[in-house]
């Protein structure tokens, strides 16, 4: 089992910055493929971002590309996501994965077979 705990949301203005953490532990390893998801309300839950265990490569989504960053310290088992120039657009909730079928890059939900509690962001225009 590995668990994920997010943290690091909130209500912020428009062009403002959050970075989210997400802790690890359980079978926390750093070959797994780890990434974000985010759901707004009354929409389908999306990709955001990925990082890859085995080389640390990353890969985001079109619409937070150049403004989000996902990163991660394997010595914390804990995976960031540092978002800067925040829109309205990105209001939803923020889910931390894990997969331990995969170490490479995935933006298929399926894939991720542990998933955080989320954690809310914000962001008023």
């Known amino acids: 089992q590995v668990r994920l705990v997010e943290s690091g949301g909130g209500l912020v203005q428009a062009g403002g910055s959050l970075r989210l953490s997400c802790a690890a532990s359980?079978?926390?390893?750093?070959?797994?493929?780890m990434g974000w998801f985010r759901q707004a309300p009354g929409k389908e839950r999306e990709f955001v971002a990925a990082i890859s265990g085995s080389t640390g490569s990353t890969y985001h989504a079109d619409s937070v590309k150049g403004r989000f960053t996902i990163s991660r310290d394997n010595l914390k088992n804990t995976v960031y996501l540092q978002m800067n120039s925040l829109k309205p657009e990105d209001t939803a909730n923020y889910y931390c994965v894990a997969s331990t079928v995969v170490s490479g890059i995935t933006i298929k939900r399926g894939v991720y077979d542990y998933w955080g509690q989320g954690t809310q962001v914000t962001v008023s225009s």
């Open positions: 359980g079978r926390a390893s750093s070959a797994y493929a």
